[in-house]
Nanobody, 114 residues
């Protein structure tokens, strides 16, 4: 299973950015896809996830600012990032869960700075 994250870049506070993730390499369906992030010197943390039933949830720090969407059956996922803060600066990774195993993409860097 291969995952490709894209869309990272430089954001100014108050701006917006949309990340994309596409997966390939399996004909089996994922149970969940998720975005995680890792800031310099910090542990990787969950940003948001979406299940194959369409349920979503978010980390407390991004609730009401970020929106996850996607089509698990088509192995695609997005993260709309609004009202970014400097503390959102991190490498954002997409993850897929298949048969109890986690598969990770390579990450895309998001920098929030004025």
């Amino acid at each position: 299973v291969q995952l490709q994250a894209s869309g990272g870049g430089l954001m100014q506070p108050g701006g917006s950015l949309r990340l994309s993730c596409t997966a390939s390499g399996t004909r089996f369906g994922f149970s969940t896809m998720a975005w995680h992030r890792q800031a310099p010197g910090k542990q990787r943390e969950l940003v948001a996830f979406i299940t194959r039933r369409g349920s979503t949830d978010y980390g407390d720090s991004v609730k009401r600012r970020f929106t996850i969407s996607g089509d698990i059956a088509k192995k695609t996922m997005y993260l709309q990032m609004n009202s970014p803060k400097p503390e959102d600066t991190a490498i954002y990774y997409c993850k897929a869960v298949l048969a109890g195993s986690d598969y990770w993409g390579q990450g895309t860097l998001v920098t929030v700075s004025s």
